[in-house]
């Protein structure tokens, strides 16, 4: 994020305007619209995981982690981790995460320096 910051702050002060506060980018990054994934191109485990879905539906980066995290196998937790990190983000702000599954959540942010 602070990479992000510094050069949306270059490119502002070149064009003369102010720049946004990072609390405003963290606020824009929970709002705008992620990733979307074709559920017909994910692997088999992590189709398990979003149980309800059509065969030709279209799911949200940050839907995908939360179903594969809240729901699915070690293997489906492991592709929820490897998402890229707007997905992530945007899950964890999510309401109706169980207790242990927001830890597995937390535990990857961490680790990839997200949280």
């Known amino acids: 994020m602070a990479a992000i910051h510094r050069r949306l702050t270059d490119v502002c002060v070149e064009r003369g305007v102010r720049a946004p506060s990072r609390a ?3 606020n824009v990054l929970a709002r705008i619209e992620g990733h979307s994934y074709d559920l017909s191109a994910l692997p088999p485990h992590v189709r398990e995981a979003l149980y309800n879905l059509a065969p030709n539906a279209t799911v949200p980066g940050h839907q ?3 179903y594969c995290v ?3 196998s ?3 937790v492991s592709f929820a981790a ?3 990190w707007l997905d992530l983000h945007q899950a964890w702000r999510l309401r109706g995460w169980r207790p242990r599954s927001r830890g597995l959540l937390q535990a990857a942010m961490r680790a990839r320096a997200i949280l």
């Open 24 to 26: 405003s980018l963290y």
């Open 64 to 66: 995908l982690v939360f």
């Open 70 to 72: 809240n729901y699915g």
């Open 74 to 76: 070690f293997a489906a």
């Open 82 to 84: 490897g998402l890229p």
